[in-house]
């Protein structure tokens, strides 16, 4: 991966200034670069990670696994860019094992989440079956630790 992207990965808010001195190029280029990335779509955007705890986030986060049967000569692909376009839809990967596809819904509660299922992700064509697992508690999200403890503390060593 090219370092800048890198560090946008990690830190998209760091300061140009910082990553020029990080990469040793002169600013004007980071910038010109960032701006290509962008208008090639290689960045697609940026997002910040919330603790849904501290904003008082009572969103529902469902992951679900989709068994759907491949379309001759498209694959998964065109009932997977259907199934995401999707508001609800917050991820959606092609996996391998014993299922097709895994879908990150969002929804207002429980009811907003088992309805979208329900009435609009089981009744596509194509699609097989669904295994739904609520998301009870975040640990970690996109690479933020979340409910750090106040202090660290270190395990037992055991003889």
């Given at each position: 991966?090219?370092p800048?992207?890198?560090?946008?990965?990690?830190?998209?808010r760091?300061?140009?200034?910082?990553l020029?001195?990080?990469?040793?190029?002169?600013?004007?280029?980071?910038?010109?670069?960032?701006?290509?990335?962008?208008?090639?779509?290689?960045?697609?955007?940026?997002?910040?990670?919330?603790?849904?705890?501290?904003?008082?986030?009572?969103?529902?986060?469902?992951?679900?696994?989709?068994?759907?049967?491949?379309?001759?000569?498209?694959?998964?692909?065109?009932?997977?860019s259907?199934?995401?376009?999707?508001?609800?839809?917050?991820?959606?990967?092609?996996?391998?094992?014993?299922?097709?596809l895994?879908?990150?819904?969002?929804?207002?509660?429980?009811?907003?989440?088992a309805?979208?299922?329900a009435?609009?992700?089981?009744?596509?064509?194509?699609?097989?079956?669904?295994?739904?697992?609520?998301?009870?508690?975040?640990?970690?999200?996109?690479?933020?630790?979340?409910?750090?403890?106040?202090?660290?503390?270190?395990?037992?060593?055991?003889?």
């Amino acid at each position: 991966m090219d370092p800048l992207l890198s560090l946008l990965k990690n830190g998209a808010r760091t300061p140009v200034g910082d990553l020029a001195r990080e990469l040793d190029l002169p600013e004007k280029e980071i910038v010109q670069r960032i701006e290509g990335f962008e208008k090639d779509g290689v960045i697609l955007g940026y997002n910040a990670v919330l603790d849904p705890d501290k904003i008082g986030d009572a969103m529902v986060t469902a992951v679900i696994e989709v068994k759907i049967v491949p379309e001759r000569g498209g694959g998964f692909d065109r009932l997977a860019s259907r199934i995401a376009r999707f508001e609800q839809v917050q991820s959606c990967y092609l996996m391998s094992g014993g299922y097709d596809l895994l879908v990150i819904v969002e929804g207002a509660n429980l009811q907003a989440v088992a309805t979208f299922i329900a009435e609009k992700l089981s009744t596509i064509k194509g699609v097989l079956s669904t295994a739904t697992h609520f998301r009870l508690k975040a640990y970690k999200e996109n690479g933020a630790l979340l409910n750090r403890p106040e202090r660290e503390e270190r395990l037992a060593v055991a003889p």
